[in-house]
């Protein structure tokens, strides 16, 4: 069993900055592949990006692409994702999940979730 905490959402302006973090209960948090989705009003989850169990590899939806990056400290069963040049589009609740499959196929484990507001 896997728990996800999220941390780090908030309001923000236009052009901003924020970085969230998911913080991973559990033995073998190096084993999952950890992701982010967002789920906006009115419209359906969809997927940001994903992190490797090591680390190493990482891929995004085209509509973050080089402007969120997602890490992850093993040691620290904790994964981040970093988001800059933030507009009012990506104002979402933000969600931590965990796949034990890499590309994430259907995540194992969903955090509670964390506001992301962005402001004009």
């Known amino acids: 069993q896997v728990q996800l905490v999220e941390s780090g959402g908030g309001l923000v302006q236009a052009g901003g900055s924020l970085r969230l973090s998911c913080l991973a209960s559990g033995r073998t948090f190096s084993t999952y592949a950890m992701g982010w989705f967002r789920q906006a009003p009115g419209k359906e989850r969809e997927f940001v990006g994903a992190?490797?169990?090591?680390?190493?590899?990482?891929y995004y939806a085209d509509s973050v692409k080089g402007r969120f990056t997602i890490s992850r400290d093993n040691a620290k069963k904790t994964v981040y994702l970093q988001m800059n040049s933030l507009q009012p589009e990506d104002t979402a609740v933000y969600y931590c999940?965990?796949?034990?499959?890499?590309?994430?196929?259907?995540?194992?484990?969903w955090g509670q979730g964390t506001q992301v507001t962005v402001s004009s």
């Open positions: 999940v965990a796949d034990r499959s890499y590309p994430i196929q259907k995540p194992d484990y």
């Open positions: 992190v490797s169990g090591g680390g190493s590899a990482a």
